[in-house]
């Protein structure tokens, strides 16, 4: 929920501003949710075993990092200075 509620205030604040990738930056973030909830699915099903797990928390760590390293760096001069509502 806070993934969801985090990705639309940092969208709302993209396209308030202007930011030109604006649909590939979403895109970015509806894959995340997409994926992340698919494993959710498996854990309340009882089907996330062990290797599931591992590749989750991998794909987590490296989808963070190259997003807030790479992704959201380019838009941090655009909302610098700006106030997010």
């Known amino acids: 929920d806070y993934t969801v509620f985090h990705f ?6 993209l396209e308030k ?3 030109s990738d604006f649909n590939n930056h979403k895109k970015f973030h ?3 949710v997409d994926i992340v909830g698919k494993f959710k699915e498996k854990i309340e ?6 290797w599931t797990s591992i590749e989750m928390i991998s794909y987590l760590r490296d989808w963070l990092l190259t997003h807030i390293l790479l992704e959201d ?3 941090s001069n ?3 200075d700006k106030t997010v509502e």
């Open 8 to 13: 639309s205030t940092e969208e709302k604040a």
């Open 78 to 80: 655009l909302l610098k």
């Open 17 to 19: 501003y202007g930011y």
């Open 73 to 75: 760096k380019k838009y």
């Open 45 to 50: 099903r009882g089907d996330a075993i062990l």
């Open 30 to 32: 509806q894959g995340f």
